[in-house]
């Protein structure tokens, strides 16, 4: 079975200080194990508000392999670092 990825941002305790990773789960689903820290960033986890920002990642297709994810999370990270970001993650 083949499991779509997806692109996700996270903001941390600054609303330009952001987290970027990519996962198979419903990105709803990989937010609550940042947050109760299962597998989770420390980045994330030290956070004491972290919020979702689908603004920033909606508009990203769905990837079939983790490889494409891994290569679209690095890009979305870049340029978000270009538009005066601070990014954790994004490998």
Do not use: C, W
Not at 66 to 83: F, P, T, Y
Request: aromatic share 8%.
């Amino acid at each position: 079975m083949i499991y779509p990825r997806k692109v996700y941002v996270i903001e941390l305790d600054d609303p330009r200080v952001v987290y970027v990773g990519e996962t198979g789960l419903p990105i709803e689903e990989r937010f609550e194990k940042h947050r109760i820290g299962y597998k989770s960033s420390k980045h994330v986890r030290k956070a004491s508000n972290p919020i979702l920002r689908p603004d920033l990642y909606e508009h990203l297709p769905t990837y079939l392999t983790s490889k494409e994810s891994r290569v679209a999370e690095a890009k979305l990270a870049a340029k978000l670092r270009k538009q005066g970001y601070t990014v954790r993650g994004g490998h």
